[in-house]
């Protein structure tokens, strides 16, 4: 069976075409990949994310048939509009569906930043306004100041994924200040991966993404050392001795 290290079933809105896509392409030996797409999400409109954490239960039901070993909820925005109590809302909703511990993309976001020790940072969207001070609020409520946002401001969320990386790379420069400890670039319709580590090599601090944070949540849930090493500083910590948990297997004959 394909999975036999891990299985993870990722929930992605159904515009995303750049998350299946890389957790694919980083996925170890082992580690099989399973998606469900949640409707609706195009536009990003509040009442869009609000209506996709109803949507996203029909999704779990359907990922829960491969028995996944680690849930991912796949959209930044998605998890974080409402606040942290939303958020964790959203994972309960999906664990007890799933039987499988899940994560959030927004949660993802804070736990790096958190790990790293970060308390000041630079960030860089494609959202617009609104999306973007739920953003800050979302940080703020983890004790984490964003510096400065620099943003694509775009609303429809289709069109993030055709932000090509050299432009994201260049946004990144173009934004980021001395006083930032480091960078996170959200949303999981950008292609930030490819050009991680060209951006700590030049910046001199951490960068993070949404789809790395993702990954690097779900194999430290798994236990998994995937041994990405060409993804940026975050993913390859978890072939550190002692960073990686063990999945709660209490969950599957719950």
Known sequence: MYGWRGRIGLLVPSINTTMETEFWRIAPEGVSVHSARIAGGRHGTPEELRN?????????????????DVVVYGCTSGSFF?????????????????????VTTAG???????????????????????????LKQFVKAHGIDVVKLGTFDMLDMFDHAK?????????????TTPDSEAVFVACTQLRALEVLDT???DLG?????????????????????????????LLRKLSE??????????????
């Open 241 to 254: 001795p002692g960073t990686r948990k063990k999945t709660d297997k209490k969950l599957r004959s719950a």
């Open 205 to 233: 601090k951490p960068v993070y993404s949404a789809v790395q944070a993702s990954a690097w949540q779900a194999y430290e849930v798994m236990g998994v050392d995937p041994k990405i090493m060409n993804c940026g500083s």
């Open 108 to 134: 993802a976001m804070t736990g790096c930043l958190m790990a790293g020790g970060h308390k000041n940072v630079d960030v860089v969207t494609p959202y617009v306004e609104v999306t973007n001070e739920r």
């Open 163 to 175: 932000i090509q990386p050299e432009e994201i790379y260049a946004k990144v420069k173009e934004i």
């Open 82 to 102: 409402e606040g942290p109590a939303w958020n964790k809302k959203i994972c309960e909703q999906l664990t007890e569906i799933t039987r499988a511990p899940t």
């Open 199 to 201: 951006l700590e090599r």
């Open 52 to 68: 996709m954490e109803n949507a996203s239960k029909h999704a779990a039901a359907e990922i829960a048939m491969v028995e996944p």
